[in-house]
Nanobody, 123 residues
Framework: QVQLVESGGGLVQAGGSLRLSCAAS????????MDWFRQAPGKEREFVAAISWNGGTTTYTDSVKGRFTISRDNAKNTMYLQMNFLKPEDTAVYYCARRAGATVRPPGKYEYWGQGTQVTVSS
């Protein structure tokens, strides 16, 4: 059974920074690509960032490029999302998900999700 636990969310002013973490259980963390999604109130869950199994390839949605950095430490079974220059439109619940495949998929295609961590950016 895979468990994913996000942490690090909170309330921050616009222009500030937060670092999210996603801790995974099990011994297969390093075998899978991992992704971050977010869901704002009244909106669909959307892709934010992705990282390959070894961290060698990263992908970002256009709205966070240059501000967010995804990384992972397979020895610690943990993935991170460093978020800088935060904007009010970044306010959402952020989720991590384990991907079974080479490319980012629609949210409904993921089997394993964390419970989410709330990020609120005030103007």
């Amino acid at each position: 059974q895979v468990q994913l636990v996000e942490s690090g969310g909170g309330l921050v002013q616009a222009g500030g920074s937060l670092r999210l973490s996603c801790a995974a259980s099990g011994r297969t963390f390093g075998d899978y690509a991992m992704d971050w999604f977010r869901q704002a109130p009244g909106k669909e869950r959307e892709f934010v960032a992705a990282i390959s199994w070894n961290g060698g390839t990263t992908t970002y949605t256009d709205s966070v490029k240059g501000r967010f950095t995804i990384s992972r430490d397979n020895a610690k079974n943990t993935m991170y999302l460093q978020m800088n220059f935060l904007k009010p439109e970044d306010t959402a619940v952020y989720y991590c998900a384990r991907r079974a495949g080479a490319t980012v998929r629609p949210p409904g295609k993921y089997e394993y999700w964390g419970q989410g961590t709330q990020v609120t950016v005030s103007s």
